[in-house]
T-cell receptor
Framework: GAGVSQSPSNKVTEKGKDVELRCDPISGHTALYWYRQRLGQGLEFLIYFQGNSAPDKSGLPSDRFSAERTGESVSTLTIQRTQQEDSAVYLC?????????????FGQGTRLTVV | AQRVTQPEKLLSVFKGAPVELKCNYSYSGSPELFWYVQYSRQRLQLLLRHISRESIKGFTADLNKGETSFHLKKPFAQEEDSAMYYCALHIYNQGGKLIFGQGTELSVKP
């Protein structure tokens, strides 16, 4: 596809269950970002992948959160033992190798609701 | 620590009025800054970048290193400018991490 694709668009899960969110970046984009956007709040950085470098996990809020990326393709964000405070829109973005002036392209997001 | 601050959560103006959305950053290196916009029911998208010194949809933003600011301005707001605006800092010397401010909702009333 032409843009960043995320799936599912919406996910409702019971508290305590694990969820997996998927992001398909734009082909050729080596950088991939995950953000969390809680209702009425801004974009909270979660994790960043750049090529084969070790990911920057500094934004992950707890050890219940993890993410993987195989090469320069699909990434999955996994949340274990979900809590109600995990309810948010999870956004993925990708870009070319982040040299100067690189634009990040965003997916439409996955809206996660933990009940 | 690197940080982007947008002090206003909501900015409401009338059509035709000037607009200034504030953004301040904290970064010890040479900053690369962007403004992103999210219109209702659309994806977050790039509005403009400081290095290009461009004007997009009538918006401009000047990097002021002395005041560590990158405020977004438009002389005459239009109703279609109503959206969420995010200021973003590219952490170039950490491999390219991109961090965002909390966002400002701009509401332009007729």
């Amino acid at each position: 596809g032409a843009g960043v694709s995320q799936s599912p668009s919406n996910k409702v899960t019971e508290k305590g269950k694990d969820v997996e969110l998927r992001c398909d970046p734009i082909s050729g984009h080596t950088a991939l970002y995950w953000y969390r956007q809680r209702l009425g709040q801004g974009l909270e950085f979660l994790i960043y992948f750049q090529g084969n470098s070790a990911p920057d996990k500094s934004g992950l809020p707890s050890d219940r959160f993890s993410a993987e990326r195989t090469g320069e393709s699909v990434s999955t964000l996994t949340i274990q033992r979900t809590q109600q405070e995990d309810s948010a829109v999870y956004l993925c973005a990708s870009s070319f190798k982040p040299l100067l002036n690189t634009e990040a392209f965003f997916g439409q997001g996955t809206r996660l609701t933990v009940v | 620590a690197q940080r982007v601050t947008q002090p206003e959560k909501l900015l409401s103006v009338f059509k035709g009025a000037p607009v200034e959305l504030k953004c301040n950053y904290s970064y010890s290196g040479s900053p690369e800054l962007f403004w992103y916009v999210q219109y209702s029911r659309q994806r977050l998208q790039l509005l403009l970048r400081h290095i290009s010194r461009e004007s997009i949809k009538g918006f401009t933003a000047d990097l002021n290193k002395g005041e560590t600011s990158f405020h977004l301005k438009k002389p005459f707001a239009q109703e279609e400018d109503s959206a969420m605006y995010y200021c973003a800092l590219h952490i170039y010397n950490q491999g390219g991490k991109l961090i965002f401010g909390q966002g400002t909702e701009l509401s332009v009333k007729p």
